[in-house]
């Protein structure tokens, strides 16, 4: 049981390329999200989905697309990248959005922009 | 909008004391989750503990716990004799529908 997986690791990118990274969950979990984290600072939410082929925005959307074609899949693209999205992502996943359900998280993806 | 604040940017505390992380949050909403989570240096998030609005009882998981005073909007997290491994970021975060709302995070030190 791998839990939460995320690809790649680490990128870096100049600015104006695309790229996307890839998140897994093997959980079976309806919910899953794509955050982002800024050095001392907390997490924010880029997008997430409630569902196969179901996404919204997050506070956080502006320079992100994603996509869930499939249940255990949750992509996130960067169609031009900008030196402001230098950050850490991290996806998560949940099997409810009852307050008790903790979210749990992959091991995040360290982008740099150039 | 709920919003979450934690007021201490850093702290060091001597190896097998116990230490409180302060939490404060505010929302409108009367049902509510919140969440601690442990951010070691190499990166992942780590679930340590929640708490409901409605419990009754502080929420308690080996040697965290969590105290809760809801008249005061509180969440403190506090870790009973700590040790090495607990150096690390500590964040406390509220449910919010689908996403959580997330504090600047603790950063905290154990000396040997």
């Known amino acids: 049981n791998a839990g939460v997986t995320q690809t790649p690791k680490f990128r870096v990118l100049k600015t104006g390329q695309s790229m996307t990274l890839l998140c897994a969950q093997d959980?079976?979990?309806?919910?899953m999200y794509w955050y982002r984290q800024d050095p001392g600072m907390g997490l924010r939410l880029i997008h997430y989905?409630?569902?196969?082929?179901?996404?919204a925005k997050g506070e956080v959307p502006d320079g992100y697309n994603v996509s869930r074609l499939k249940k255990q899949n949750f992509l996130l693209g960067l169609e031009s990248a900008a030196p402001s999205q230098t950050s850490v992502y991290f996806c998560?996943?949940?099997?409810?959005?009852?307050?008790?359900?903790?979210?749990?998280f992959g091991p995040g993806t360290r982008l740099t922009v150039t | 909008a709920q919003k979450i604040t934690q007021t201490q940017p850093g702290m060091f505390v001597q190896e097998k004391e116990a230490v409180t992380l302060d939490c404060t949050y505010d929302?409108?909403?009367?049902?509510?989750?919140l969440f601690w989570y442990k951010q070691p240096s190499s990166g992942e998030m780590i679930f340590l503990i929640y708490?409901?609005?409605?419990d009754e009882q502080n929420a308690t998981e080996g040697r965290y716990s969590l105290n809760f005073q809801k008249a005061r909007k509180s969440a403190n997290l506090v870790i009973s004799a700590s040790q090495l491994g607990d150096s690390a970021m500590y964040f406390c975060?509220?449910?919010?529908?689908?996403?959580?709302?997330w504090g600047a995070g603790t950063k905290l030190i154990i000396k040997p």
């Open positions: 998560a996943s949940s099997y409810s959005v009852l307050a008790l359900y903790e979210q749990y």
């Open positions: 975060a509220m449910r919010d529908r689908y996403q959580l709302i």
């Open positions: 989905s409630v569902g196969e082929g179901t996404t």
């Open positions: 708490q409901g609005s409605y």
């Open positions: 959980m079976n979990h309806e919910y």
């Open positions: 929302t409108s909403d009367q049902s509510y989750g």
